[in-house]
């Protein structure tokens, strides 16, 4: 890729904004120049003027006086104080249009209610384990972690899930770019809070549930998960360029469920012990080498699947 360069700075130059308004350039490319014209005025209007020189022009004029002439009917007031220069001038040092980013970036999940639910799932483990003493609080937030993030990619990507999926599936930034974009917003909730509430829980089961006699059973540490749920996350966002995003996370958290409900439901001890099968579960995916490699491997795979379909991305929601 090839631009202009003032001093030290790099820009955005003609022939460049006359390949990117054509839709010439690699994905890499978009995503820089795109980068770039988020902090330089010049460069966004030298790439404005090209997109409406382009072949792309017409038909953009066309939308633009469709959409005026629909607004002026509805509003005249408010066309009138949308055009004025006052309406369009900022205050120095205004946040709002990152402020913008920042939310379309983060993805419906995190302005709906999946966060109020994993805010009640925390909330009710802590409440349980500490006000309750229920000792089981710690093994189900840890049964239930893994999947929490999975879930809010299902709620952040997709016709689904996105009321904005037109627009981020016409952007270049809307393929693999915003999917990774949004799932780091979700774990980067989710990885704080589970973890701080899960220290809060005890560590142990320390007598029997069903049975004479007392036992003493290590429940995994409260940053156990981390591992396993970064490779759900990415075995869902992996599965996303094959099965859609709903699908994907369908398949991946239902798994991960049956994982643990199977297992521990079809124990023959009864259901007294249903809490120390869960806890075996958990500490059996969990815990040692030999299972914290395997996720370990689990993420390294998926990583290599998103690179090697990273392409099949920019077209997965425009079918």
Excluded: N
Excluded at 28 to 37: A, F, G, M, P, Q
């Amino acid at each position: 890729m090839s631009g202009e360069r003032h001093g030290s700075a790099w820009h955005v130059g003609e022939e460049l904004a006359a390949r990117y308004a054509d839709g010439l350039l690699t994905e890499t490319d978009d995503w820089s120049v795109e980068k770039h014209l988020e902090s330089c005025g010049a460069c966004a209007s030298r790439v404005s003027r090209a997109v409406r020189a382009g072949t792309a022009g017409a038909e953009l004029a066309e939308i633009r006086a469709a959409v005026l002439g629909d607004t002026r009917a509805a509003s005249p007031a408010g066309v009138k104080e949308a055009a004025s220069p006052r309406a369009h001038s900022l205050p120095t040092g205004t946040r709002r249009p990152r402020r913008g980013r920042l939310l379309w970036a983060a993805g419906p999940a995190l302005r709906g209610p999946w966060t109020l639910a994993l805010l009640l799932v925390a909330a009710g483990a802590v409440g349980l384990g500490k006000a309750g003493g229920y000792e089981a609080a710690r093994p189900l937030l840890l049964a239930l972690a893994p999947v929490l993030p999975v879930a809010g990619i299902a709620l952040s990507y997709g016709r689904h899930a996105d009321p904005a999926y037109e627009l981020a599936a016409t952007s270049p930034s809307g393929g693999l770019r915003l999917l990774l974009t949004r799932a780091a917003a979700v774990l980067a909730v989710c990885v704080p809070l589970l973890t701080v509430a899960g220290l809060l829980l005890p560590g142990t089961l320390s007598a029997g549930h069903g049975g004479p006699v007392p036992y003493e059973t290590r429940v995994p540490g409260a940053a156990a998960w981390l591992l396993p749920g970064l490779a759900l996350t990415l075995a869902s966002l992996a599965l996303t360029a094959f099965l859609g995003c709903r699908t994907a996370t369908l398949l991946v958290g239902g798994g991960w469920l049956l994982a643990l409900v199977v297992p521990t439901v079809a124990g023959g001890d009864g259901p007294g012990h249903l809490t120390e099968r869960l806890t075996e579960q958990i500490s059996l995916y969990f815990d040692g080498a030999a299972a914290q490699t395997g996720w370990a491997a689990a993420i390294a795979l998926s990583g290599a699947v998103l690179a090697v379909r990273r392409s099949s991305y920019d077209h997965l929601e425009k079918a």
